[in-house]
Structures are given as structure tokens and as C-alpha cells.
């Protein structure tokens, strides 16, 4: 019996330990995360959720992008390309450095860059539809390591990428 209540109590410190707080406020963005939202977000006044998901898939493909992933019922497409990271300002610091010091320098060689888009229906009467789209890049050096994991933020290439997704649902309404 001493066995048995020892062995409870053991059991229930041991589950009490585990249980752990939230921090107040772990679940607030930050004005740096909704500026971010902002940015990689655009409302469409439309209703076709399957028409924008096809609009999007085909002009990641136009940009470049394999489609790794495609889920119209959960309004996710996901894709990702591979592309050369070598700028020409590291090489010619990893030749300086080795000249030098006599050292050789790590130098980017290749990049993932993925692409994540989602959507969802807005409004009041789920009028519109929400386009978020990530992109992240991870970028390999000349001896296989990781050397940067980033989500690129270059408003820029957002702005360019709702424009052109904006003239094609346009067009694809039109019938053009």
C-alpha cells in the first residue's frame, strides 16, 4: 500500500512538473510582426477562392517556382525554387582575406528560396479573400554548411508580386 501511494505521488510530482506557464503577452504580435503581416498581405474583392489559388500557383510557376504543394480545400499553395547565391563582393573578400591572411573564407554557392501562400475568406459575408504569401530563403556555402535562414522582407518584392497577381485574377474575371 506504501508502495502504491508513493508511487502516485512520484507519478503526479512528476506531471506537475511538466506543466509550465504561458508568459503574459507570448501570444501578442509585435508592431514589427503586424507592420510584417501587413506587408506580405493583400485583400482581393472576390469570392473565388479557387480562382485566386490558381492565379497564384500559375504565377509562381511564371516566376520560377516548383510547386511543391497544392491544397485548394485549406487555401494553401506552397512552391520553391533553386538559384545561385554567389555574389561577386564575398568572392572577392574571400580572396582578399586568403591573400592576406592566408585563410580560406567560406563563400555562399547556393539558395532555396520558398514561397508559402495562403488564403482565407473575409468579411462579413466572406466577400473577399485574404492572400498572405512567406518568402523565406535558406542560403548553403562552399562547404555545405548552412550560412543564412532568413524570410525575406524587401517590400518591394511583395508590392511586384500582388501587382502581377492582381492583374491576372483581373484578367482571368475579364475572360482575357
Known amino acids: 500500500m506504501?508502495?502504491?501511494?508513493?508511487?502516485?505521488?512520484?507519478?503526479?510530482?512528476?506531471?506537475?512538473?511538466?506543466?509550465?506557464?504561458i508568459p503574459k503577452g507570448a501570444l501578442e504580435l509585435s508592431p514589427e510582426d503586424l507592420s510584417k503581416k501587413q506587408l506580405q498581405s493583400r485583400v482581393f474583392e472576390t469570392t473565388d477562392e479557387k480562382q485566386i489559388l490558381a492565379a497564384s500557383a500559375a504565377l509562381l510557376q511564371d516566376l520560377g517556382f516548383n510547386l511543391d504543394e497544392s491544397c485548394t480545400d485549406l487555401g494553401l499553395v506552397t512552391s520553391s525554387k533553386?538559384?545561385?547565391?554567389?555574389?561577386?563582393?564575398?568572392?572577392?573578400g574571400a580572396i582578399v582575406v586568403a591573400i592576406l591572411?592566408?585563410?580560406?573564407?567560406?563563400?555562399?554557392?547556393?539558395?532555396?528560396i520558398r514561397a508559402s501562400l495562403v488564403t482565407r475568406?473575409?468579411?462579413?459575408?466572406?466577400?473577399?479573400?485574404?492572400?498572405?504569401?512567406?518568402?523565406?530563403?535558406v542560403v548553403w556555402n562552399d562547404r555545405n554548411q548552412v550560412s543564412k535562414a532568413e524570410t525575406i522582407s524587401d517590400p518591394q518584392i511583395y508590392q511586384e508580386f500582388f501587382?502581377?497577381?492582381?492583374?491576372?485574377?483581373?484578367?482571368e474575371a475579364q475572360s482575357i
Open 2 to 21: 506504501i508502495k502504491k501511494c508513493s508511487a502516485i505521488v512520484l507519478i503526479v510530482a512528476m506531471l506537475s512538473g511538466c506543466a509550465t506557464k
Open 82 to 92: 533553386n538559384r545561385s547565391a554567389v555574389e561577386a563582393g564575398q568572392v572577392a
Open 101 to 112: 591572411f592566408g585563410v580560406a573564407v567560406p563563400i555562399d554557392k547556393e539558395q532555396k
Open 121 to 137: 475568406h473575409v468579411g462579413e459575408n466572406k466577400e473577399r479573400i485574404l492572400v498572405r504569401l512567406t518568402l523565406q530563403r
Open 163 to 171: 501587382n502581377k497577381l492582381g492583374q491576372s485574377v483581373f484578367l
